[in-house]
């Protein structure tokens, strides 16, 4: 199997056949569980943006919240005013939040640690609430975004939230799939080659600088290709749909997810998902008060990063692997 | 050898993402009901709230689903709704539009409820109608805590019924308490300078109110260092005599601090929305007493009004169900949507059906008891609640008294009607509170 995945076209048929997979399991899973699976989706699509960001190239961004509203935004302003076509208006997204990364990356490939933290996490903070300014963003109650009914020929049953998790699940298919290109093509080895050593990676004649603000612009529009699936989840647009806990919460999956590991990222999107349900569960087996059950789920995350950043600090799936590579070196001595 | 390892645990995620996806639904499909309505059996029906629980917008409406939930036991311990008990599910959303949405969700797919009750703020419950497709399933909005005049449109949210009134009612009401009573003085107006604002900027055009100093701020900057003190200085430059703040309780909070701190003593007219004494006070930034003399708005009688039978009930069974927690205006609000909601069950009738629910509000809705002071304005054509406000006097205590002693209510429309003084007369409350 995994010596198709090394091919451009073993991989594009990997990802057709899974996108297959999903199809099917769309049409056998309840309307929730659709809903949810949705939301997976962009968060796989938002989890994988920041993994490449930071993972791949040592870039810290507290602010993917901010850059996931630019591209809702875009979207549903390329929906509203120019009644452009679902596909184009997630295209507007990412064309629109790749610049805004670009001119943001052009500064934050000068920064680096703490100070590119700040600057992100001020971004985080201040850009939502530009919304609130121009009557044109619809201010705090913000903008409709709909991307209409599914196509008739899907049948009457199909409802909206398939429709939304099939789109969202193509775009996240799409996504790993491109990224997976990315990240084993010369793009990918700079990033890399910057993030472990500089200094070596200018000796070897890479532009560093221009090198990071590649890498933060294709992450901002993968991000803001995120925040157009989580417009359309929604169906709406608001500044308060992009607060700053949804940039932690991003850097919670990816840290869950293992920062270096792109593979591990359904890992961190399914804790994301899966954990207020988990602690729904628990809550009402054990006390059924309100008080755990609005409190748990943050109780579980944080437990959970704190151990992770414990035990498994580069993510379990990357702690997987280094457990194989010392039992192989352990049997071939 | 590395990244073959790699590769292959790309693929081992993928396809154990897929199979729990699918796994996952198994049970859910198990247990789908087969019930008349969804949410309603022979014994019981469940409905669902979503509000900020926790979270920057969290303190008082927290209150809001256990005040409900108090009064919905006493009506259960005095026999429920056609023999029928009412449960609450209630969701916290900290106030995110996504997160309402999802709980939304969770509440009607798996939750089941019948209805959704008193869903809080405008971005969340526009979300809400809009992703969840209320109108298409069917599934009713009660009662839904945001005075947003956009939602008493009927052919856009046909399930959703408010209670609150609107912003620019309330604006229209103001405007012509102005009128009256500081006819030649200087005024000002503080404002949110989103959605909420401009629907108070339309109240105060109809209503004929100019203001010579207008100060807008932007949702969320009330809270920055210094941009409070601005307001207030650009309101004594223009020398406002009449102050109309009509914006969140952390505004209110801001400019009656800055206010105090600049020797700045205008007359204080504040928003029902950020004339909220509770949230000021748990805020502790400033004392509730610089609330004092400040004109204030409600509908619904005072918390501390004792004489007032709706209040007694109110007290009592927050005594009994809801123990522990302070009575105050936001436990009045949860009550009163119960009450409205109880009256709105039995209504329905004895084979309660989320249509019949609807159709009952609609066709009878206008004459429900209700301890609101204002007429309900509901019926074939209008979802609106409460259509006006009286207007009151806050103490040092923030408790906000009715100006004369007794309550003068205005009532008015989110359109070009006149604003005037209500003659309705509150119908006695039913025997014990319990709607019949």
Redesign the interface.
């Known amino acids: 199997?995994?010596k198709i995945?090394h091919t451009n076209l073993g991989r594009a048929l990997?990802f057709t056949a899974?996108g297959f997979?999903?199809f099917l399991?769309s049409n056998?899973?309840?309307?929730?569980?659709v809903?949810q699976?949705a939301?997976?989706a962009m968060f796989v699509v938002a989890i994988s943006s920041l993994i490449l960001l930071t993972g791949y190239s040592g870039q810290v961004s507290l602010g993917h919240g901010a850059i996931m509203a630019i591209g809702a935004y875009a979207a549903a302003l390329a929906r509203i005013h120019w009644g452009l076509p679902v596909w184009l208006c997630f295209s507007a997204a990412v064309v629109v939040a790749a610049f805004a990364g670009a001119v943001l990356g052009t500064a934050a490939a000068r920064l680096s640690g703490p100070y590119l933290a700040g600057t992100t996490l001020a971004l985080a903070v201040g850009l939502p609430?530009i919304a609130?300014?121009f009557h044109v963003l619809?201010?705090?109650?913000?903008l409709?975004f709909?991307i209409g009914q599914p196509p008739s020929w899907l049948g009457a049953d199909f409802t909206?939230y398939k429709w939304y998790f099939w789109i969202g699940s193509s775009a996240c298919l799409i996504t790993l799939w491109w990224l997976?290109n990315i990240l084993r093509s010369r793009y990918g080895r700079t990033w890399r080659a910057v993030r472990g050593n500089e200094v070596a990676a200018q000796l070897c004649g890479i532009h560093a600088g221009k090198s990071k603000t590649l890498a933060f612009s294709v992450s901002s529009g993968l991000a803001g290709l995120a925040g157009a699936l989580?417009a359309m989840?929604?169906?709406?647009v608001?500044?308060?749909?992009f607060?700053l806990?949804?940039s932690f919460t991003l850097l919670t999956g990816a840290v869950l997810s293992g920062i270096t590991?792109?593979?591990?990222v359904?890992?961190g999107a399914?804790t994301l998902v899966a954990t207020?349900e988990i602690a729904?569960a628990i809550s009402q087996r054990m006390a059924n008060s309100?008080s755990v059950?609005?409190?748990l789920p943050?109780l579980l995350v944080s437990a959970l990063l704190i151990l992770v950043v414990l035990f498994v600090p580069n993510g379990p799936?990357e702690q997987?692997?280094m457990f194989?590579?010392k039992a192989r070196s352990h049997t071939k001595n | 050898m590395i990244r073959m390892n790699r590769r292959k645990l790309f693929v081992a995620s993928a396809v154990i993402a897929v199979g729990s996806m699918a796994v996952a639904a198994v049970p859910a499909q198990a247990f789908a009901p087969h019930r008349a309505e969804i949410g309603v059996s022979a014994s019981s029906i469940k409905l669902g709230i979503s509000v900020p629980m926790t979270g920057i917008a969290s303190p008082g409406y927290n209150k809001i689903p256990g005040a409900m939930k108090a009064y919905f036991d006493y009506v259960n311990a005095n026999g429920g709704v056609n023999g029928r008990k009412i449960s609450l599910v209630i969701k916290d959303d900290q106030y995110i539009p996504t997160l309402a949405v999802a709980k939304a969700n969770e509440l009607i797919l798996k939750d089941k409820v019948f209805a959704l009750l008193g869903t809080l703020g405008t971005a969340s419950n526009k979300a809400i109608a809009s992703s969840v497709q209320l109108a298409k399933r069917g599934v009713p909005a009660l009662f839904v805590n945001t005075g947003f005049s956009g939602f008493a449109d009927k052919s856009k949210y046909p399930t959703t019924f408010s209670i609150l009134p609107s912003y620019q009612m309330e604006a229209k009401i103001m405007s012509q308490y102005i009128k009256e009573n500081y006819a030649g003085k200087k005024l000002g107006l503080i404002y949110q300078d989103d959605d909420f604002g401009v629907d108070a900027l339309a109240g105060f055009k109809q209503g004929g109110v100019n203001f010579d100093v207008k100060v807008p701020y932007a949702s969320g900057s009330q809270g920055v260092a210094g941009t409070a003190a601005g307001w207030i200085q650009k309101l004594q430059a223009g020398g406002a005599e009449v102050v109309v703040l009509f914006g969140v309780s952390s505004a209110t909070t801001a400019a009656l601090g800055n206010a105090y701190a600049l020797k700045y003593a205008p007359q204080w007219l504040l928003g029902s929305v950020g004339g909220d004494a509770t949230t000021i006070a748990s805020a502790k930034v400033v004392p509730v007493a610089l609330m004092r003399g400040s004109k204030g708005f409600s509908f619904a009688p005072a918390p501390t009004d004792t004489a007032d039978e709706y209040i007694k009930m109110f007290q009592d069974v927050n005594t009994t169900y809801n123990k522990g927690v302070a009575f105050d205006n936001n436990i009045v609000a949860g009550m009163t949507s119960a009450f409205i909601t109880v009256q709105a069950l039995q209504a329905a009738g004895a084979n309660l059906t989320r249509k019949s629910l609807m159709d009952a509000i609609e066709t009878k809705g206008s004459t429900f008891a209700s301890p609101t002071l204002t007429p309900l304005g509901y019926s074939t054509t209008s979802h609106v609640g409460a259509t006006g406000y009286w207007i009151g006097t806050y103490d040092a205590t923030g408790s906000l008294k009715p100006d004369g002693g007794a309550y003068t209510v205005y009532t008015t429309d989110s359109g070009s009607g006149a604003v005037v003084k209500s003659t309705y007369k509150r119908a006695p409350m039913p025997a014990k509170g319990l709607p019949n």
């Open positions: 199997m995994h995945l990997f899974l997979g999903l399991a056998r899973i309840d309307e929730l569980r809903y699976g939301t997976l609430s609130n300014q619809g201010g705090e109650q913000g409709l709909d909206s997976q989580l989840t929604i169906s709406t608001s500044p308060s749909a607060p806990s949804l590991t792109l593979p591990g359904i890992i399914v207020p729904d309100e059950t609005t409190n943050g799936v997987m692997r194989r590579v």
